[in-house]
């Protein structure tokens, strides 16, 4: 076998850069050199990084500079962390953005209250884009938004007030001020549903048979003053948001007609959404969207005068770090308070809302606040957030005094349910405020005393936690009066609280099984305290 010799190499070629090329790259050279660290190789920011002043990262099609060194986190994005970053020109010109928003227009106050004001206006526009607006009352910063609109609460009946707001864009520049709105708060509206200074006895109605009977609307006790209707519950499932009732051996016709009859005798007919069975959960804005329309849709059709909310098992939890009510950010919890708001003013200050949740979602928010890491359930005390939120607007708040365990009091000692002593400590610890999971930085303030109620099961066969009649009113004696019967705990407020608005029980079927022991027991006693 033979082989061929190689061709021979060529020789290699003499390049040289010509005049034109040799121009651009000293200028390149001359750019590298003057620009800041970073500018040619901005990369994707990321968390667990390693950043130095001066480097540039790309974040949601805009570029950042690093002002401090640091090792990146989740939660550290760039937008949300406006000390650590600052925004240059969109696409990486590597111009600092200083150009502030437009000032906001059109602000209005389309819906107020005795305590809150919502305020609504035209969105401002910004050169890379508006993050969010401040809201100011008179000097003070009452809140910031996301959206074109936001309710200022807390806030003294019958007094006026000044509000403006200012635009703000990620790079930290504000805008001017809106235009200025002026607005006098409602009289104060002593809470309303029952008339002012009336003892209420509020009972749910069962629109399904358990065993306990089944009555018409028409022929509930005339003894209660607030029928909850239980319940309006999720249809396809508990994260949909959509909500349906249909009357329990009823027609429409037939339903609606007892509603207005109630109506006509004085009573609030008010449909309560949830219950044991009918868990709801509003984690995507979707959801909520559907909540708040297929409630109205609800209300509207069937007339009825407040909605109740009586969510329980796993409807409202607490992500992990959401520790502050003030700001709550998991979405279920956020999500159902813009909803009720919607709901709220979309039917006006005379429609009722209440919630009835039970204890571990209330009181034992003074022990312990969600999970946390702390290895507790994470549903503790996450009604606190829905509460005090929408305090402003809330009619009363009645909490289930049974199917509860032992819960710690104000005096930190532990309360069984079922007697005297139980119903105070927990009543006592809404109508004082506490701080939550004992952080005094966190307080949950208390409610006004016309705002709180105390559920009881109307029976042994209605629910754990019995108390007979001799002990509930034991315990309102003290509560209302400031009497003690010598108990284990001891008030607060040495003197009792003679707003206190009255009492709620599951349920009206139960009190008709036992011969109407509860309301009429109770509606008599009451009624002696007017």
Known sequence: MSFSPLPPRCPPVKRSLSKKA??????????????????????????????????????????????QSHTSLLGWEPPNAPALWSLQSPGGGGEE????????????????????????????????????????????????????????????????????????????????????????TNPSSGGGGGGEGKKLIVGYWHNFDNGSGFIKLRDVSTKFDVINVAFAEPVGGSTTGTIGFTPYNYTDAEFKADVAYLQSLG???????????????????????????????????????????????????????????????????????AA????????????????????????????YYGGNGNGVDNRAGAYLPVIHKLRDIL?????????????TALDNEYYNMGNADFHVAMADMVLQGFPVARNANNFFPALRQDQVLIGLPASVNA?????????????????????????????????????????MTWSINWDAFNHFEFSNSHRSYLDSLQ
């Open 340 to 367: 009720i708001r919607t709901i709220k003013y979309h039917f006006g200050d005379q429609f009722i809302l209440t919630m009835a949740p039970e204890t571990f979602f209330v009181q034992v928010g003074y022990s």
């Open 97 to 184: 953005d200083t150009q502030p928003p437009s000032a906001p227009t059109n602000l209005t106050a389309p819906v107020k209250t005795d305590t809150s004001v919502s305020l609504s206006w035209t969105a401002s526009t910004d050169n890379v884009g508006v993050s969010g607006y401040n809201i100011y009352k008179g000097s003070e910063l009452a809140g910031t938004a996301t959206g074109t609109s936001f309710t200022v609460t807390g806030l003294v009946p019958n007094t006026l007030y000044t509000f403006t707001v200012k635009a703000k864009d990620a790079a930290g520049n504000v805008s001017a001020a809106s235009n200025a709105v002026t607005v006098t």
């Open 22 to 67: 040799f121009t651009i790259a000293v200028i390149l050279a001359l750019l590298i050199s003057i620009m800041p660290a970073g500018t040619f190789a901005a990369s994707a920011w990321a968390p667990n990084v390693s950043y130095t002043q001066g480097d540039l990262v790309t974040y949601g099609g805009s570029t950042y500079k690093c002002l």
């Open 395 to 407: 009619s009363w708040l009645q909490v289930q005094h049974y199917n509860s365990g032992p819960v």
């Open 267 to 337: 009573k609030k007919v008010v449909i309560s959404i949830g219950g044991a069975n009918g868990q709801v959960q509003l984690a995507t804005p979707a959801a909520r969207d559907n909540f708040v329309r297929s409630m109205t849709d609800i209300i509207e059709k069937y007339g009825f005068d407040g909605i109740d909310i009586d969510f329980e098992g796993h409807s409202l939890y607490l992500n992990p770090g959401d520790t502050d009510i003030n700001n709550p950010t998991t979405p279920v919890i956020a999500n159902l308070i």
């Open 463 to 503: 629910g754990n936690g019995y108390t007979s009649t001799s002990e509930v009113q034991k315990a309102l004696d003290y509560l209302v009066t400031g009497k003690s019967f010598g108990g284990r705990y001891q008030l607060r407020n040495p003197s009792g609280y003679p707003g206190f608005k009255g009492l």
